[in-house]
């Protein structure tokens, strides 16, 4: 949890069926949100700009065949950086 808390680039734990269940402090900021805005709801209702990109894909593969993937994805947030 301090590793995660600690980070400076987001990141978003997700069930199985892409709901979130956990975003970092630098997730918040970024998204201009708080955790209790994310935790519950779907990955992609959340960032819809997601559907149909590599990133999708890479999520469902990764959930459909039960492994693990390494990627990157990088989303513009005007105003952030």
Known sequence: ADILNSMDEAFVALSPDFRILRVNPAAERINRKLASDFVGKLHFDEWPA????????????????????????????????
């Open 50 to 81: 997601a559907i149909g990109t590599h990133l999708e894909r890479e999520f469902r593969r990764v959930m459909r065949d039960r492994t693990s993937a390494h990627f990157e994805h990088r989303y513009y947030v005007e105003g952030v950086y």
